[in-house]
Nanobody, 125 residues
Framework: QVQLVESGGGLVQAGGSLRLSCAAS????????MGWYRQAPGKQRELVAS???????TYADSVKGRFTISRDNAKNTVYLQMNSLKPEDTAVYYC???????????????????WGQGTQVTVSS
């Protein structure tokens, strides 16, 4: 099986920065895309940013120019650098790995999507 472990959330003042990390565990052969989603209280989960294995990135309009997603394929890790944070960025941030191929007792298996447990980001005004 594959699990995603997130770290880096916390409390920060408006205008500050945080860096989220998400590492995939397991004997992984490949991961198609990795990304970050967020869910604020009373709102639906939304895509923040994603990055393919080839490095193509996508950002929500609300974070363009402030957030940067990056990925270390050798470590199966994705990062989200968040600068110029605003109170409206407050949410639980979830890591996602799409189409994960991994080894399970020498057999190659695939999972459609894997989610992390979420990490809280709180931006105070």
């Amino acid at each position: 099986q594959v699990q995603l472990v997130e770290s880096g959330g916390g409390l920060v003042q408006a205008g500050g920065s945080l860096r989220l990390s998400c590492a995939a565990s397991g004997v992984i052969f490949s991961i198609n895309a990795m990304g970050w989603y967020r869910q604020a209280p009373g709102k639906q989960r939304e895509l923040v940013a994603s990055i393919t294995s080839g490095g193509t990135t996508t950002y929500a309009d609300s974070v363009k120019g402030r957030f940067t997603i990056s990925r270390d394929n050798a470590k199966n890790t994705v990062y989200l650098q968040m600068n110029s944070l605003k109170p409206e960025d407050t949410a639980v941030y979830y890591c996602n790995a799409d189409r994960v191929t991994f080894y399970d007792n020498a057999l190659l298996r695939r999972m459609g999507a894997v989610w992390g447990q979420g990490t809280q980001v709180t931006v105070s005004s």
